[in-house]
Nanobody, 123 residues
C-alpha cells in the first residue's frame, strides 16, 4: 500500500515560521504532482501549494510569497516552508500526491493523502 507521512506541524506565534515535511512510501512507480492542502475548522479543504515532478510550483494568492513548496524526487518527499505566518493560516495541513502504481504509460493515476499535521498560529 501507499503511505504519506507528514511531520513538522506545531504552535507558532504570528510572524513566525514552520517547515512541513512529507515522505511517500509503498508501491509507487512514479509521482506526478505533490501538493499541500489545509483545512481550517468549519471550512473546506483548500490547496495551498503544488509542485510538478519537474519542480514547477504554484500557489494561491493567499499564501504566495510566504509559502515555498519543494520536493526531493529521490526521497519521494515534499516540503512546505512557511514564513510570516498569520492566525488565518491555522488548520490541519495535508500532504497529497498523484502517483502511479504501475510502470505502463496507460497505468491509472491515483491520489493519495497523508493523515494531516496541525498548524496553529497564535495572534
Amino acid at each position: 500500500q501507499v503511505q504519506l507521512v507528514e511531520s513538522g506541524g506545531g504552535l507558532v506565534q504570528a510572524g513566525g515560521s514552520l517547515r512541513l515535511s512529507c515522505v511517500a512510501s509503498g508501491r509507487i512507480k512514479s509521482i506526478n504532482t505533490m501538493d499541500w492542502y489545509r483545512q481550517a475548522p468549519g471550512k473546506q479543504r483548500e490547496l495551498v501549494a503544488t509542485v510538478t515532478s519537474g519542480g514547477t510550483a504554484d500557489y494561491p494568492d493567499s499564501v504566495r510569497g510566504r509559502f515555498t513548496i519543494s520536493r526531493d524526487n529521490d526521497k519521494s518527499a515534499v516540503y512546505l516552508r512557511m514564513i510570516s505566518l498569520k492566525p488565518e493560516d491555522t488548520g490541519v495541513y495535508y500532504c497529497s500526491a498523484e502517483a502511479k502504481l504501475g510502470a505502463a504509460v496507460e497505468s491509472p493515476v491515483y491520489r493519495f493523502w497523508g493523515q494531516g499535521t496541525q498548524v496553529t498560529v497564535s495572534s
